[in-house]
Nanobody, 125 residues
């Protein structure tokens, strides 16, 4: 059984930082690209970032480019999203997902094979 478990969310002030983690189990993690997708309150899903299976290539949405960094550790079966300079508009539930080709920038949950339960990030003073 494949599981993706996110952690690291929380409440942070504007300008602050957080690092999200997503641990995968039940699958050969190193074979899969990983994605981060978020959903703000009352909004649809927004693709955030992709990372290739080996971690050599990354992609970011324009809204987070330069502030967020995606990385992975294929020994620990973990993908990370380091977030800096957080703003209130970054408030969302953040999901990790796998099963699509990296770089396609897909936001639709139906397109992914596996999807985590999400972790809440709230940016507020």
């Amino acid at each position: 059984q494949v599981q993706l478990v996110e952690s690291g969310g929380g409440l942070v002030q504007p300008g602050g930082s957080l690092r999200l983690s997503c641990v995968a189990s039940g699958i050969t993690f190193r074979n899969y690209a990983m994605s981060w997708v978020r959903q703000a309150p009352g909004q649809g899903l927004e693709w955030v970032s992709d990372i290739s299976p080996a971690g050599s290539r990354t992609w970011y949405s324009d809204s987070v480019k330069g502030r967020f960094t995606v990385s992975r550790d294929n020994v620990k079966n973990t993908v990370y999203l380091q977030m800096h300079a957080l703003q209130p508009e970054d408030t969302a539930v953040y999901y990790c997902a796998m099963g699509v080709v990296a770089g396609l920038k897909i936001a639709s949950k139906d397109e992914y094979d596996y999807w985590g339960q999400g972790t809440q990030v709230t940016v507020s003073s």
